[in-house]
């Protein structure tokens, strides 16, 4: 989007509301306090709440909680996408991983892959490696050295996956552990609108159940969604295996933890996993 050209007026204004932003939580969060009210409820944006989803998502997609070990990570897992790599199982099929490499050739021009994007444009919807191979790989555990190339993966799985997610949880009216649902769910289905997407998913849900916002039970809802996410992964062999929702988030679930409080306890594939 372009800047408008009015920087002085533009810059106070944003002072203006950085501060009332900052001011606005201390001073609810002091009422809270004097009023003796509980504190706000922490949301999967928390630092050590977020570093727990990533622990999780990494023991689904990597088996794995040192999810930092992942950047350099890189394989065709054969899902028909292409190329799987890094943190957050960026494809060279489906446009994530284009982004990525896009995203870090912008802020670092000379970098091992920056070679590799007319390939990767070409392939982009496939699951084709031409143009990539054999040198594809080592390039990607080259640039994973580099800490701008780590940093712009975390950047994109922020603005692709994890805020999105955490800001319709929020909207929806659900805590932790419903934030880190959406996140799982966009993270292996993409935010999408057709059935097996999340908006798809959501949609289905939304037959069963209210989520919160909308005067719902937060349990019943949160039943309802990963009852769609279980019949959207079932309709790909490659996702067949549910156990990342069976034995890991039902489980957080059935315990009513809502906050998604350590510790915590749960299998994926059959490997048992621990955050205490």
Not at 121 to 128: N, Q
Not at 229 to 250: F, G, L, P, Y
Request: net charge negative; proline share 5%; with cysteine.
């Amino acid at each position: 989007m372009p800047t408008p050209h009015i920087r002085t007026s533009r810059r106070t204004l944003l002072t203006l509301i950085g501060a009332t932003v900052v001011a606005a939580p201390l001073l609810t969060t002091q009422l809270a306090g004097a009023a003796g009210l509980p504190a706000r409820a922490v949301g999967l944006d928390d630092p050590a709440k977020k570093e727990i989803a990533m622990q999780l998502v990494s023991s689904a997609e990597n088996s794995s909680l040192d999810w930092k070990a992942q950047y350099r990570y890189i394989e065709d897992i054969r899902d028909g996408r292409g190329y799987t790599a890094g943190i957050i199982g960026f494809c060279s099929g489906t446009g994530d991983m284009l982004d990525l490499v896009e995203l870090y050739t912008r802020r670092k021009p000379d970098n091992p892959l920056a070679e590799y994007l007319p390939a990767l444009r070409e392939v982009d919807g496939s699951d084709s490696h031409e143009g990539l191979d054999p040198g594809f790989p080592d390039a990607w555990a080259e640039a994973a050295r580099d800490s701008a190339f780590r940093k712009a993966q975390d950047d994109e799985r922020d603005r692709v996956y994890f805020d999105p997610a955490v800001t319709r949880g929020k909207a929806d009216g659900i805590g932790t552990l419903g934030q880190f649902a959406y996140y799982d769910a966009i993270v292996m289905h993409g935010d999408g609108s057709d059935s097996t997407s999340f908006g798809g998913i959501r949609a289905r849900a939304l037959r069963a159940a209210q989520p919160p916002a909308r005067g719902g039970d937060e349990v019943a809802w949160l039943n309802a969604f990963l009852d769609a996410r279980v019949w959207a992964m079932k309709q790909e062999e490659a996702h067949s295996d549910t156990s990342r929702v069976d034995t890991a988030q039902r489980v957080f679930l059935r315990k009513g933890n809502l906050g998604l409080e350590t510790p915590l306890d749960w299998k994926v594939y059959g490997d048992a996993y621990h955050i205490g």
